[in-house]
């Protein structure tokens, strides 16, 4: 049965005009947003290219999937721990002030991990530059994500924007890894890693350029009254990023173990190919999703796509074939987009417009810190026992976050007196969260 919760919106639900239907087409003709969406495509690209660089580069200079591991979830956990921070940061001072000091920093946190790695040095050195490398990642994504929440603010064509974000991170999941390990395998192991930190330098200071589409810092005269809590305060943000703790553990166990079974099968290079493969199929599917007109709520299409994401994940440790296991990855991943437009969308009505990027930046800190640990079980699993064993990590993952999602499901409903006070008062617009 559907709910609604009534809130204050204007008439007008869309910068370009009310529709029924709201498309891409509608959506990108949005005046103002060509000037960041293409500078953060640019500056989002290395960011799949990390933790497969890592990889592919300590397992290298290691010989242990297990060491090479545990270092990229080194960073992944430090990316996790420092992300919501960047992103508060981000909140108050404004985007530009937080990315400048973070691309320098994360530059030459890469540079440092990666001369570590060639020189053999010992593991504790490893880990001590994979800190700063994992703590200064930019947040690109969440960033743009927040660009998009202050222009649309309680527009229908919000969910198509969760969309269009989706199929560009996806596009960067199928063109980044592809990329990391074609320049590891057949230029030198340490390419992956200094394409990495070059494209962050460039990119992330062409979109830190952009100063007139980023939010308006809360930090600013007549915002100080604002109370500036954590977004992580809000029930419905901490069973998101549970969720999106699953998926992390999906994207970290299927890095790992694919590249495993692509060692086991002789042929490396085919790693590449097939996690372009279960990344494509999630870029597939936010496509489809950003051109259905839903009615459905938001909450019944996280529970259904998480139902999905865990049935398929559970058949990927007893698969031995490369075409049945593409298959099976690209089902995974048609599974993935819904889950992540759904929880993305759901933070525009979940949290007020002063921790958006915080929020936004949980969720993202929540898929790191999942592949993190998804990254070191499955590198364990598989020095022990083989690829098999790998993929036993994105179903435990998933299983787990579904229960969650299913004991808690209630706290993603809407509180109607924040979205009063984070959005003014205007005509009473119903927001459909089941």
């Known amino acids: 049965m559907t709910n609604t919760v009534t809130t204050d919106a204007t008439t007008d639900t869309s910068p370009t005009g009310g529709s029924k239907r709201p498309g891409y087409g509608q959506l990108l003709r949005t005046p103002g947003v060509w000037s960041y969406l293409i500078p953060g495509f640019l500056a ?5 290219m990390l933790t497969i660089g890592i990889v592919l580069l300590v397992q290298h200079t290691t010989g242990s999937y297990g060491s090479a591991g545990i270092v990229a979830a080194v960073t992944g956990v430090s990316m996790a721990l420092f992300a919501p921070q960047s992103g508060k940061l981000a909140d108050r001072f404004g985007q530009r002030a937080v990315l400048l000091p973070g691309v320098l920093v994360h530059t030459a946190s890469v540079a440092a991990l990666t001369a570590l790695a060639l020189s053999e040095a010992p593991m504790w050195a490893l880990f001590v530059a994979a800190v700063p490398a994992g703590a200064s990642v930019p947040q690109i994504g969440p960033m743009v994500r927040a ?12 969910s198509t924007a969760a969309a269009f974000e989706s199929v560009t991170d996806e596009f960067t999941f199928v063109v980044g890894p592809v990329l990391a390990t074609a320049l590891c395998t057949g230029v030198h192991p340490a390419a992956g890693l200094i394409a990495e930190a070059t494209l962050t330098l460039a990119g992330g200071l062409f979109f830190a350029a952009q100063k007139r589409t980023q939010p308006a810092p809360s930090r600013t005269a007549g915002a100080e009254h604002v109370k500036h809590a954590s977004a992580l305060s809000i029930p419905g943000v901490r069973v998101l990023a ?34 372009g493969i279960f990344a494509g199929g999630n870029m597939l599917a936010g496509i489809a999703c950003g051109t259905i007109a839903w009615k459905v709520g938001p909450r019944r299409r996280l529970m259904t796509g998480y139902i999905g994401l865990t049935l398929f994940a559970s058949g990927l440790w007893a698969v031995h074939s490369v075409p049945l296991l593409a298959g099976l990855g690209l ?4 599974c993935i987009a ?22 936004f930046t949980w969720l993202t800190g929540a898929v790191a810190f999942g592949q993190a640990m998804a990254v070191t079980v499955a590198g364990r699993l598989t020095d022990a026992h083989g690829s098999s064993a790998g993929f036993l990590v994105p179903l435990g993952g998933t299983a787990l976050a579904l229960t969650v999602l299913v004991v808690l499901r209630s706290r993603l409903v809407p509180q109607s007196s924040g979205r009063v006070a984070a959005r003014g008062v205007g005509h009473r617009v119903p927001v459909t969260v089941d």
């Open 44 to 48: 989002r690209q290395p960011f799949a």
């Open 331 to 334: 089902l995974v991943g048609l």
């Open 147 to 158: 660009r998009w929440a202050a222009k649309l603010d309680g527009s229908p064509l919000m």
């Open 242 to 275: 549970v969720a999106f703790l699953g998926i992390g553990a999906v994207f970290g166990g299927m890095q790992v173990s694919l590249t495993a079974f692509a060692s086991e099968a002789g042929n490396p290079g085919m790693n590449g190919l097939l996690y």
């Open 338 to 359: 819904p889950a992540l437009i759904t929880g993305y969308t759901m933070v525009e009505t979940l949290v007020p417009a002063t921790a958006r990027t915080e929020a």
